[in-house]
């Protein structure tokens, strides 16, 4: 396994505004200098966090989707975030994965946000979804699902953990961020896992703002980076050694209950 690159792209979105969002986020995105493997974007990065999917869905063929693989495809990176799919007439919030080749891997987020009556609009995935890169395990996750630890707990087998990075794509509001920076550091914390959380900043539709606080934190739970009220691109280099120096010094994992994953 090898170090890495990951970019995050910290932004203000255009409500429900498709054509500015991708045309602000492709000149973000070519205008990353750094050598990068993995571009991350935060969560409905194509519209806000809305409940209009039935005016904003897109199919798997559709022109996010497309852009996106186009992205990935002429960069040579993989770009990530989630978006707004329709499959059979039902509505997901959608995290892809889109790789180099124009293949796609996705998870659908599993806990809906009632408080907004997200789980009247979508439908809740049922799947965890780990992908991988370069050797790497990444388990992909959408804001809610941060409140949710079990959904995230490693499941050990013969004391080896199943991933190695927890990806949060969001957009959680300021009033909040406490405890979206603390669980972030828990997460890291008890997976002994690098974590990487993704926020917009910036007022939405709703009048909601988002202060950001974009987080990459290594697996003893120290925050390498954060931004604040702040647009900002960031790349930071994952270290293998780390998660092996820090499970091999800290071997907790061994002692993890054994336990099943009950949908």
Not at 55 to 82: C, P
Not at 194 to 220: A, E, L, Q, T
């Amino acid at each position: 396994m090898k170090p890495l690159a990951c970019s995050i792209i910290q932004t203000n979105l255009f409500w429900e505004n498709k054509a500015r969002n991708i045309s602000m986020l492709e000149e973000k995105i070519r205008g990353i200098k750094d050598e990068t493997q993995v571009i991350i974007l935060p969560e409905m990065f194509s519209t806000g966090f809305s409940m209009h999917p039935e005016k904003l869905a897109e199919s798997m063929d559709g022109d996010t989707v497309q852009w996106m693989k186009k992205i990935a495809t002429t960069q040579k990176i993989i770009l990530t975030g989630s978006l707004i799919i329709e499959v059979n007439k039902k509505f997901y919030n959608r995290l892809l994965w889109v790789l180099p080749t124009g293949e796609i891997m996705h998870y659908d987020k599993r806990h809906l946000f009632a408080y907004a009556d997200e789980q009247l609009h979508y439908t809740s995935g049922q799947e965890r979804v780990i992908v991988t890169v370069n050797g790497w395990r990444i388990n992909l996750q959408v804001c809610y699902d941060l409140r949710f630890p079990a959904w995230a707990r490693q499941q050990v087998k013969d004391h080896k953990a199943e991933y190695d990075v927890l990806l949060y794509v969001a957009n959680w509001p300021e009033r909040r961020v406490h405890a979206w920076k603390s669980l972030l550091m828990a997460r890291a914390i008890e997976n002994q896992c690098y974590v990487i959380g993704v926020n917009r900043v910036g007022y939405d539709g709703n009048d909601i703002y988002h202060c950001g606080n974009s987080m990459f934190i290594d697996p003893v739970g120290e925050v390498l980076f954060e931004k604040k009220r702040q647009e900002c691109i960031e790349t930071v280099l994952l270290d293998p050694a780390t998660i092996e120096n820090t499970r091999k010094q800290f071997p907790f994992l061994r002692d993890a209950d054994q336990w099943q994953l009950y949908l």
